[in-house]
């Protein structure tokens, strides 16, 4: 079998993978739109964690706040409660964590409590000391594309063209967090699938993914459950699957972004996607 790689890039201080890596979800929420409630208590939140990784998950992604459509925000001290013990228990256990949040002071406690990677969907947006917070730490940064908060509907998700504009925007706000301190070679970008966008906006993100590679950045694709994928399991006229029926469709576009070049996926499901990433770099290895 040749060697031969797609390159996907690798992110300083976290661990060198030889594939697309497989990020698990903990999400420590009563509400998270495709999991919510399942792992809210800590020591549940841990297993659930530890359980991922069993299954083949390279990092464990922790977040206490939902960012479904129309979720509430919870406030500072709850996200704290619910993020730091989960963080602290598996990263005392070897595992690589990365928190899921807006918050600095939530990135900030949870990068003391061993988190490696701080992933903000709003890409330091929302909150004006989360760069300067990930800078000083010297932690490597998800920079996610972000419209704002999806109250009350999709208003903010139109484009005349969603790869350029979400390329541009990517572009800026890489340059806006450069700026605030983080080294380049600590930024991973993500399309924000599903962020102000439609389906056939994410299709056409995943259609185009080498164009956020151009970007010279690892690239996060977290498409798991997402309502996309019950839109296009539906077909045009029938139910979307609910949320937890929509893993193998998830597992699908594991395989295609690992096939393209990604350097992550970001999965509720760990098994199936982490045979899809191993499938798709023995497809690599026998070009
Ligand atoms: N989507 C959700 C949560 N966190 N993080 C990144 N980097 N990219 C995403 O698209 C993203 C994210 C949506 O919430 P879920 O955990 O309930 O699926």
Redesign the pocket.
């Given at each position: 079998m040749s060697t031969s790689q797609v390159h996907r890039g690798h992110v300083a201080r976290l661990p060198v993978w030889d594939r697309c890596a497989v990020m698990g979800?903990v999400?420590v929420?009563p509400d998270?739109?495709?999991?919510?409630g399942r792992w809210f208590d800590t020591t549940a939140a841990v297993k659930h964690g530890l359980d991922l990784v069993a299954e083949g998950a390279d990092l464990v992604?922790v977040?206490g706040e939902?960012?479904?459509p129309g979720a509430t925000r919870v406030d500072e001290a709850e996200e704290l409660r619910r993020v730091v013990p989960v963080v602290r228990g598996l990263a005392s256990e070897g595992v690589t964590c990365s928190v899921?949040t807006m918050r600095a002071s939530v990135a900030e406690r949870a990068l003391a409590a061993g988190a490696v990677l701080v992933?903000?969907?709003s890409g330091g947006l929302a909150d004006p000391a989360m760069v300067p917070v990930v800078a000083a730490a010297g932690a490597p940064f998800?920079v996610?594309h972000w419209r704002g908060f999806l109250e009350g509907g999709n208003v903010r998700g139109v484009y005349e063209d969603v790869v350029a504009e979400v390329v541009d925007e990517l572009h800026a706000r890489v340059a806006a967090v450069v700026e605030g301190g983080i080294a380049p070679d600590h930024i991973?970008v993500?399309?924000?699938?599903?962020?102000s966008k439609d389906a056939g906006h994410d299709l056409a993100l995943l259609a185009h993914l080498d164009r956020l590679r151009a970007l010279g950045h690892p690239v996060?694709?977290?498409?798991?459950?997402?309502r996309f994928l019950g839109h296009v399991l539906a077909g045009d006229q029938g139910a979307p699957p609910p949320a937890r029926e929509r893993d193998a469709a998830t597992a699908a576009v594991s395989a295609i972004a690992a096939h393209t070049g990604a350097w992550a996926v970001?999965v509720?499901e760990v098994r199936a996607t982490a045979d899809a990433v191993r499938v798709a770099r023995a497809v690599e290895g026998a070009r």
């Open positions: 979800v999400n929420t998270s739109f495709s999991d919510g992604d977040g939902s960012t479904r899921d992933n903000d969907v998800v996610m991973v993500d399309p924000g699938l599903g962020f996060l694709v977290a498409a798991s459950r997402k970001r509720h």
